[in-house]
């Protein structure tokens, strides 16, 4: 309750949530109050990664795979290259700033290489940032955490002396990366058609609690093959959420909120992890190492990563500047501790005041940033009139929401003319603070909210058909199309009558 006080009042002064669950969690424990005494490893990595689950998954429930798409290129190749060149430039610098053997600096570069999905969620979720910019950054962070691993788990089988062949590490990553994404796409299909045909219950509130385990079983099941199973949850949830099944509308909204509750947990507890009194020694080589990661290590490997891929200075400056470190980097730090290493402490407290001043620093100034760059799309729409979204189960129809953004066909084009299904009907439109009634005649204007009643197999056709009108021809005669049917004039004339 107190974390969702103080997050609620902290978003008015622009600070990101995240950090005051870390607050909170560093103030309950051990060396400030005193409540929560809690230095388990362990623990502390299985409730961090079960919370992470459910992020990812939510994260990928509101990803729209035709925006995923257009940025596979840019994410995938900052998710893997990015993630190498931050990691050895940072390896690097904590070899010198650290005086740390080269190896064991760069096992600090492997943990912090990779952004963080659960920060990034959180911090750039809400912003409106240019779409394209947006979406990579999402996407990379979904996707980067199978190199982090890999690479922390490199270095520590070096360190301890058992370091793997080069045939026998490439095979490892690339089992990793595709077993994670083939069994994310291929077990969200399977779901997606098992709950279409088969009702999980007469309770509509079990729909969200087998969607909820069917996530940490992709998780475990891909996971217990030695692959990415934080890649596989992430895929899965994309898969999950751009189909169409009953009740999707009340699966997405309750892990809307369990997510939050996620954020809360996972960040909560690393805050409980660290001990602010350990921390002095380490601030001034933290701050430096910090500086060198934000300024120094992200901003080359974002340049290169997406060399060629039509982003311009300002987009990349911005791709430099919110690589937010969070969840991951902390969870990959209590790793040396489960081998006993002698160093595990140090880097432990180093990663975390990194990730601390990440947050502090990136988090609270990711919508300035955008301001300043240009790529700030504007206030976010909050429509006033709001319907709940219902799958009619009996007659396989739901009612959806459909948002018309910039880049939509549908921007100034009449209802009539957009070659929609005889099956489907626009039941309202929300633009701004008033409710339009759809008629044949009625132009589409940027920031509409479309309220359209339609078949479940017809959901992913209607989306494109708005997005990039790829629809089947319609039938109507030209005079129809400049007119109106038969049956739209007559509805027009009973609206002019009762007017």
């Keep these: 309750m107190l974390a969702v006080l103080l997050a609620r009042m902290s978003s008015r002064f622009g600070i990101p949530g995240l950090i005051v669950f870390l607050g909170l969690g560093i103030l309950f424990g051990s060396d400030v109050l005193g409540i929560v005494a809690f230095d388990n490893a362990y623990l502390a990595r ?8 459910i992020v990812l998954f939510e994260g ?60 990034v969620f959180s911090v750039i979720g809400p912003q409106r940032i240019r779409q394209r910019v947006k979406s990579t950054l999402e996407a990379e962070s979904g996707a980067n955490d199978p190199m982090a691993v890999f690479l922390t788990i490199l270095a520590i089988n070096v360190i301890m002396g058992a370091a793997p062949s080069a045939w026998s590490l ?27 045909r088969y009702d999980v219950g007469d309770d509509d509130s079990l729909y969200q609690a087998f969607f909820l385990g069917s996530a940490f079983l992709v998780y475990s099941m891909v996971s217990a093959l030695n692959a990415s199973g934080i890649l596989a949850v992430y895929v899965y949830g994309i898969v999950v959420g751009n189909n169409a099944f009953p009740l999707s509308g009340q699966v997405v909204r309750f892990h809307e909120g369990l997510s939050w509750l996620a954020q809360v947990v996972l960040f909560a507890l690393l805050g409980l992890l660290v001990f602010p009194n350990q921390l002095v020694d380490i601030v001034v080589p933290g701050l ?31 791709l ?38 990440s947050a502090l620093v990136q988090g609270t100034t ?64 929300s633009r701004g603070d008033q409710v339009v009634i759809p008629r044949g005649s009625t132009s589409l204007a940027q920031g509409d909210f479309l309220f359209v009643l339609t078949p479940v197999d017809e959901v992913a056709h209607v989306q494109e058909i708005l997005a990039n009108g790829d629809g089947e021809p319609d039938e109507k005669t030209p005079d129809e199309k400049e007119f109106g049917s038969v049956e739209e004039k007559e509805v027009e004339r009973r609206e002019r009558r009762n007017e």
């Design 170 to 196: 490439a095979g490892q990553l690339l089992w990793q990366g595709a077993v994670g994404l083939g069994l994310g796409v291929g077990l969200g299909r399977f779901v997606v058609w098992f709950v279409s």
């Design 288 to 318: 430096i190492l910090a500086a060198i990661m934000i300024l120094v290590a992200r901003p080359p490997a974002v340049w290169l990563a997406t060399l060629g891929m039509g982003f311009n200075t300002r987009e990349r400056l911005f």
């Design 60 to 119: 990928g429930l509101k990803t729209e795979f035709t925006l995923v798409r257009k940025v596979a290129l840019p994410s995938a190749s900052l998710a893997t290259l990015g993630v190498v060149v931050t990691s050895f430039i940072m390896g690097y610098a904590a070899h010198l700033v650290l005086g740390l053997p080269l190896m064991e600096g760069l096992l600090v570069g492997a943990i912090v290489g990779s952004t963080d999905a659960a920060a």
């Design 366 to 429: 990711i919508a300035s940033a955008a301001r300043l760059l240009g790529l700030d799309e504007g206030k976010a729409h909050s429509p006033v009139h709001t319907l709940e979204l219902t799958s009619l189960r009996t007659v396989n129809t739901e009612l959806v929401e459909y948002h018309v953004t910039q880049d939509c066909h549908a921007v100034g084009r009449m209802l009539r003319d957009l070659s929609l299904p005889k099956t489907v009907t626009v039941a309202a439109i």
């Design 46 to 53: 299985l409730i961090s990664t079960s919370a992470l689950i």
């Design 320 to 357: 430099s500047w919110a690589g937010l470190k969070g969840a991951v980097p902390v969870i990959l730090a209590t790793y040396p501790f489960l081998v006993n290493y002698e160093h595990s402490a140090l880097i432990f407290n180093t990663v975390f005041f990194v990730v601390l001043v």
